[in-house]
T-cell receptor, first 110, second 116 residues
Framework: DAKTTQPPSMDCAEGRAANLPCNHS???????VYWYRQIHSQGPQYIIH???NNETNEMASLIITEDRKSSTLILPHATLRDTAVYYC???????????FGTGTRLQVFP | NAGVMQNPRHLVRRRGQEARLRCSPM?????VYWYRQLPEEGLKFMVY????????ESGMPKERFSAEFPKEGPSILRIQQVVRGDSAAYFC??????????????FGSGTQLSVL
């Protein structure tokens, strides 16, 4: 599975958009980009995933560059409850197994 | 529709004792993954099991750790002769085992193991 690189920490004001970047320059054509988050030692929570196209759901949007070497997770209106560690993971086509990196610790402040 | 259930939520053991952690996957899921998270670190993959089969144990320590997922009942992660370094949060995840369908892993709330 391709390696991902994320900034260790970010801050965001409540109500503003949080944009979390992820670099995955060695991603191969059939690998997906998944995002999970972990709120204060709880079990990781699925957010969103994509292959090539941009994706949006009720939680977030995922923007994947055309060359697929990087992506951005967007939380459109961050709340204090979005404070968590966010993990960007590249997952192979034929496996459910996820390999977690160190993630980005997002702090949302009032 | 219960999610992934792990118990106990907290487990305290003295050095040398055995720890047994249980995981019941989501209904309809037949694949289970175990992860370990040391304090202030990310989740580390340990083992991937299907009913009655170990598929991938590349992350399991070579000694004292074992895992099973019997035909009936929950998956069990067993740690023999625990040491202080085993103190961690242990998370279980499950899936239906159909990755080509863009399956997601669903995680339990974890078991916090403390070794005195």
């Amino acid at each position: 599975d391709a390696k991902t690189t994320q900034p260790p920490s970010m801050d965001c004001a409540e109500g503003r958009a949080a944009n979390l970047p992820c670099n995955h320059s060695t991603i191969s054509g059939n690998e997906y980009v998944y995002w999970y988050r972990q709120i204060h030692s709880q079990g990781p929570q699925y957010i969103i995933h994509g292959l090539k196209n941009n994706e949006t759901n009720e939680m977030a949007s995922l923007i994947i560059t055309e060359d697929r070497k990087s992506s951005t997770l967007i939380l459109p209106h961050a709340t204090l409850r979005d404070t968590a560690v966010y993990y960007c993971i590249v997952r192979g086509y034929n496996t459910d197994k996820l390999i977690f990196g160190t993630g980005t610790r997002l702090q949302v402040f009032p | 529709n219960a999610g992934v259930m792990q118990n106990p939520r907290h487990l305290v053991r003295r050095r040398g004792q055995e720890a047994r952690l249980r995981c019941s996957p989501m209904k309809g899921h037949s694949h289970v993954y175990w992860y370990r998270q040391l304090p202030e670190e990310g989740l580390k993959f340990m083992v991937y099991l299907q009913k009655e089969n170990i598929i991938d144990e590349s992350g399991m320590p070579k000694e004292r750790f074992s895992a099973e997922f019997p035909k009936e009942g929950p998956s069990i992660l067993r740690i023999q002769q625990v040491v202080r370094g085993d103190s961690a949060a242990y998370f279980c995840a499950s899936s239906s085992g159909q990755p080509a369908l863009n399956e997601k892993l669903f995680f339990g709330s974890g078991t916090q193991l403390s070794v005195l």
